[in-house]
């Protein structure tokens, strides 16, 4: 399937199956706004869920925090997202079309990298066996060049959005002959710096009303609550505060349904630790998201790191983990370097220290930070798209399944009665009564047998419990698989057994 018409079935499918709408729909939606569904809203939570077991319970230093959205506007100041907060932008004259100019680079240097792999490909076929690939990549020609390319352009943008010097990035976009996307026209106005932080009010009258922002990160909530946490939980550095929640950024191109959203949500994890200690905690936390990841099972082709040329603010060091979305490798999580930056400037702007005693140092400093930083809707996405297939089966005929880590399903178990009489339904009711407690499971009497197991399979369930005669018998059920549609005859009284070996937390993360 082309890349654009994955992406297409992606979002029909999240509608049409109750996982994703977009916000006031009656009213023609709101740009960059989703709702989620019935469906979407448990994949979500349970997404969610399996970060904060990661962060929180798997890790004895590590505790979580819920603050508010709205916070006391110094804390933007001093958080640098006042003053710096800003995207570059450009229009195209003739399309009327906005861009961000730093996307634009990034995109020609993407198609670059391209060019690159296809040649590594190629060569890799040719040579099978004994192809050397880093020896290859190192000597070719073509790919040294290509990779220069690439290099010296990031590093000239970096250089210049660092110097605010926009005409520069003008100029490199004119250079390189960037055309707009959609139209191929290349006439563009000058690049601009546009503030992402939604402002709003709080108060009654207008004159007394304080200005506010609704809040672009959930880390501040963090950093300002540092010290109520260490010593309310007596925390020992190195130890970690995790947080989910939503973000709001008024962002310039939000085309990419939930990929990039005006509100979305995020998880945080701020890890504070001895300054000069960061650069190793830095690589451990690389180390130990990439590893979350793997454990979904969503391939490890579909993910890469990306080192970042140009540094935020406040940052020493940073690299994406990008994911293989329909319309290829893109950011999903942030892992940065934030060095004491944020806690110092918001020493400097409240007054208050915010500095931890080291006994075994026996000393104050400000810890520095290390923080990793995902999108929940991001994720969301990698684990729906990714998830989605459609398969030719033996007898020709075609089922579209969405193959979502069992773990994550929205629905775990689906129990269907064969018919809707002799005793089936109340006995379906029964098994339904007993797993409730610990899963969302789901009733369903309606339509032959195999097309419930087609809707089941579309919104990702990965078990079919069906009731028959049989069972009235010798109190045995069908369980069908969802990936490989195996049937297999269990008792009652396994069911709970066999769920448990598949969708404890344990298994997962372990
Ligand atoms: P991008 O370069 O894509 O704008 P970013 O580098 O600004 O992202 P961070 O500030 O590091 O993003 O935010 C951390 C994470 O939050 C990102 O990795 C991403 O998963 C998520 N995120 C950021 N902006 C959005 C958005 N507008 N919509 C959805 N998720 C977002």
Redesign the pocket.
């Known amino acids: 399937m082309a890349n654009e018409d994955k992406f297409k079935k992606v979002i029909g499918h999240a509608k049409e199956y109750g996982f994703i709408f977009a916000s006031s729909e009656i009213y023609d939606g709101l740009s ?1 706004v989703y709702d989620y569904a019935q469906n979407g809203v448990e994949l979500k939570n349970n997404i969610r869920d399996y970060w904060w077991r990661s962060m929180v319970y798997m890790h004895q230093n590590i505790v979580g925090i819920d603050a508010a959205i709205l916070m006391h506007p110094t804390t933007w100041k001093a958080s640098g997202h006042v003053d710096a907060f800003n ?1 570059p932008l450009i229009d195209n004259k003739d399309s009327k079309k906005r861009y ?1 100019a ?2 634009l680079i990034e995109d020609y240097c993407e198609k670059l990298n391209k060019k690159a792999q296809k040649e590594i490909a190629k060569a890799k076929k040719r040579f099978g066996d004994s192809f050397d690939e880093k020896q290859f990549v190192e000597t070719n020609p073509r790919v040294v060049k290509y990779k220069a390319q690439q290099k010296q352009i990031l590093e000239r943008m970096a250089k210049s959005l660092d110097a605010d010097d926009l005409a520069d990035v003008k100029t490199l976009i004119e250079e390189l002959g960037i055309a707009d996307p959609e139209t191929g026209s290349k006439n563009w106005t000058d690049v601009k710096q546009f503030n992402l932080m939604f402002g709003t009010k709080l108060g009654a009258s207008a004159d007394s009303a304080t200005d506010l922002y609704l809040r ?2 959930t880390a501040q909530g963090i950093f300002v609550n540092f010290l109520n946490v260490q010593k309310t939980g007596r925390m020992k550095i190195p130890f970690g505060i995790a947080q989910t929640g939503k ?1 709001f ?1 008024n ?1 310039i191109v ?1 085309r990419q349904f ?5 509100e ?3 998880m ?1 994890m701020q890890f504070f630790v001895r300054p000069g200690e960061e650069m190793k905690w830095y690589e451990y936390w690389k180390e130990t998201r990439l590893n979350w990841h793997l454990s979904l099972g969503l391939g490890k082709e579909n993910y890469r790191f990306h080192d970042h040329e140009k540094l ?1 603010h406040y940052a020493n060091a ?1 690299a ?2 990008e994911f293989n979305f329909p319309f290829g490798f ?5 892992i ?1 370097s934030r060095t004491d930056f944020d806690l110092k400037a918001h020493e400097e702007f409240s007054g208050k220290k915010l500095q931890f005693f080291d006994p075994e140092l026996n000393k104050n400093y400000v810890p520095y930070v290390v923080e990793t ?7 969301f996405l990698a684990v729906f798209s990714n998830s989605l297939k459609e398969e030719t089966l033996e007898d020709g005929s075609s089922r579209v399944v969405l193959k979502l880590p069992a773990i994550l399903a929205p629905v775990k178990a689906a129990v269907l009665p064969l018919v809707k009489k002799d005793g089936l339904p109340e006995i379906a009711q029964s098994i339904i009564d007993d797993l409730k407690y610990d899963y969302n499971v789901q009733y369903d009497e309606k339509d032959a047998v195999g097309r419930r197991y087609r809707r089941q399979d579309a919104v990702g369930t990965p078990f079919c419990i069906t009731v028959d005669h049989q069972t009235k018998e010798d109190q045995t059920v069908t369980i069908r698989y969802r990936d490989t549609m195996k049937q297999e005859r269990i008792a009652i009284s396994e069911i709970g057994k066999v769920l448990y070996n598949e969708l404890s937390f344990k298994k997962w993360l372990k």
């Not at 939930?258 to 005006?262: K, L, Q, V």
């Not at 930083?373 to 994720?379: F, N, P, Q, V």
């Open positions: 960059a995207d961000r730093d996307v672009p990160e973000a950024r962002e939000a939930i990929f990039r959203m005006r979305f949500e995020q945080e935020a940073a994406d983990i893109k950011e999903l999580e942030g940065h930083s995902i999108g929940l809707d991001r994720m």
